[in-house]
């Protein structure tokens, strides 16, 4: 799709790789609806993006995805200020493997609910001028993570469930994209927290510390903005339906992989 001139809904958008996407978009002449539970970080990025792109082209709503009210009222008003949206992009997370009902919660039954609500909005059968809905999920969703397997549970149904749509027969009539975007690890506070911290949430972190930090090392760490430039690609590919794109730190460099056919992962 063609960026200027687009409008997009990003969830966990005021931070991260979140605030990162907007501001990818902002600078290529989108509209930018920023949605996250945190008010008070979401207004500083508000502030931030309407003092450097304009005070037309950012916009924040206060947004919990797990709640199906919160959603609704995020669609409303992002349609009412820009009258339509053109892509959806379900990128809010958790990664805490203490907390195992919130992980599924937010990180597969949240980027259902705004997959599904995009979708109704943007079906060109139903009046819509279709879209793009980019799923954020991460390599864990492709291999599995011995020290993180509810996240990884999480992200495995995410890109089944955005795999699954983008294989319907019918998607020519739609008119709207799925794709997924897999991000190996990514230097972000979410995995700081979960790595570094004083006790992080990870399965049999203490019993296997040193095999948890070797593997990370040995897979690398992704800088945000090669993930977002990974983004950016995606969304721009003339035909990202069904799209599997892996960001993974190898040799130095980000090495984006495009998987056109879902079934041939």
């Avoid at 978009?25 to 539970?37: E, H, S, T, Y």
């Avoid at 500083?44 to 916009?59: F, I, S, V």
């Amino acid at each position: 799709m063609k960026i200027p001139g687009a409008v997009a809904i990003v969830t966990g958008g005021s931070r991260g790789l979140g605030r990162a996407f907007s501001v990818e978009l902002l600078k290529r002449g989108a509209r930018v609806c920023v949605a996250d539970i945190n008010e008070a970080e979401g207004r500083q990025t508000e502030a931030a993006l309407q003092r450097q792109y304009g005070a037309d082209k950012a916009l924040f709503v206060k947004c919990d995805v797990t709640k199906d009210n919160d959603m609704k009222d995020l669609w409303r008003v992002a349609v009412e200020r820009f009258t339509t949206v053109d892509l959806m992009v379900n990128n809010a997370g958790i990664m805490n493997e203490t907390l195992v009902e919130e992980t599924v919660q937010i990180n597969l039954m949240g980027a259902m609910r705004g997959s599904m609500m995009a979708f109704e909005h943007m079906r060109k059968d139903r009046g819509g001028k279709g879209g793009v809905i980019i799923n954020v999920a991460s390599t864990a969703g492709l291999f599995p993570v011995f020290f993180m397997p509810t996240y990884a549970a999480s992200k495995y149904a995410l890109v089944g469930f955005t795999r699954s749509w983008a294989s319907n027969p019918c998607q020519a009539r739609f008119g709207v994209s799925w794709a997924v975007l897999c991000p190996a690890f990514t230097d972000t506070s979410m995995l700081s927290l979960a790595i570094d911290g004083s006790d992080p949430p990870l399965v049999t972190y203490q019993e296997n510390k040193e095999m948890v930090v070797t593997t990370v090392k040995s897979i690398g760490i992704n800088s945000v903005d090669d993930v977002s430039r990974a983004f950016v690609e995606l969304v721009e590919k003339d035909d990202n339906n069904g799209a599997v794109v892996t960001v993974e730190k190898k040799m130095g460099g980000a090495v984006y992989r495009f998987v056109k056919n879902p079934n041939r992962l």
